[in-house]
């Protein structure tokens, strides 16, 4: 898989930053965990549970730590660690959503919450017209973070420090599992509030609509979830995000499946509580992620 955007991301940066370096972060200060190595072609990813949230960021916010958790897939790493335990690498952001959201392009950001000129590559989607780009503007819930304009710098910083290491690793964990196996399968993570509009399962399966994985592992996944009991919705409301979509190549061996769950089945959303079926959806992701090992290795 050829890395052509962080090649681009970079050059953005290095137009900010002359001295950007090409070394990331070492492991102590990485803004990422790795747990595991590859043994199996299954990684896991979990880009938006990321809980440390500076004390400078949350005093310049113009909303407190609690609304500025909302959309943070809380605990989901926790969730993940009995499924690791199985053989799959499993990658986290240490960064919390708010500050900036792997899960955009780099360059997808709102130009209007910058105070100063913003770069031709800055290409915004409507998503980050909306407040939602890669460093937002609004936290969930339609509350805008900042106090005022801040300057495009501090949002580049963000990428330098944030999104590019985060991408690195994940690009070279799916690279590593590929070169070994043939084939991989991303597993990307998140949580949900309920949605009632789309039936208010409790997992949606996001392939793109079939472009971003092969069928076989999402008719897969969807099986195994509704012999446990679970109310499965394939694509709807979510299809697949930024990471899915640039890491899914069923076509080159690469497949991506992002996987939403229901934040109610496992935590109190309006105290960040986790409650006791904690354990129980923990196992079932454990036990969904065994059999799509199984189907990888059958490949």
Not at 70 to 88: H, I
Not at 202 to 216: E, I, K, P, T, Y
Not at 260 to 279: C, D, G, P, Q, V
Request: charged content about 20%.
């Amino acid at each position: 898989m050829k890395n052509f955007t962080h090649f681009f991301v970079r050059k953005g940066l290095k137009s900010f930053f002359p001295a950007h370096s090409e070394q990331f972060h070492s492991e102590a200060s990485a803004p990422y965990g790795v747990v595991g190595k590859t043994v199996v072609p299954v990684v896991l990813a979990s880009p938006h549970s990321g809980r440390c949230y500076s004390e400078a960021f949350v005093s310049n916010s113009r909303q407190p730590l609690s609304v500025l958790r909302r959309g943070e897939d809380s605990y989901v790493e926790e969730l993940a660690a009995e499924a690791q335990a199985c053989g799959p690498t499993l990658l986290h952001a240490l960064f919390p959503r708010v500050f900036c959201d792997a899960n955009r392009a780099a360059w997808d950001m709102d130009p209007r919450m910058f105070d100063g000129p913003v770069p031709a590559f800055v290409k915004p989607s409507e998503r980050a017209f909306s407040g939602l780009g890669s460093v937002p503007r609004i936290a969930a819930g339609n509350c805008n973070i900042y106090r005022k304009a801040i300057p495009f710098e501090e949002a580049a910083r963000r990428i330098q420090t944030c999104w590019l290491p985060y991408h690195h690793a994940l690009y070279q964990l799916l690279g590593q599992a590929h070169t070994r196996f043939g084939i991989v399968l991303l597993l990307d993570l998140h949580s949900m509030p309920d949605a009632p509009d789309a039936g208010s399962p409790d997992f949606v399966l996001g392939d793109c609509h079939g472009r971003s994985c092969a069928a076989r592992f999402t008719d897969c996944a969807e099986h195994e979830l509704r012999q446990a009991g679970f109310r499965v919705s394939r694509n709807k409301p979510y299809a697949g995000g930024y990471i899915t979509q640039h890491y899914g190549r069923p076509q080159n061996g690469f497949h991506a499946l992002q996987i939403e769950m229901r934040r109610s089945l496992y935590m109190k959303e309006a105290t960040y509580e986790k409650i006791e079926n904690f354990s129980e959806l923990s196992s079932a992701l454990r036990s969904l992620t065994e059999v799509l090992i199984k189907e990888s290795l059958s490949s």
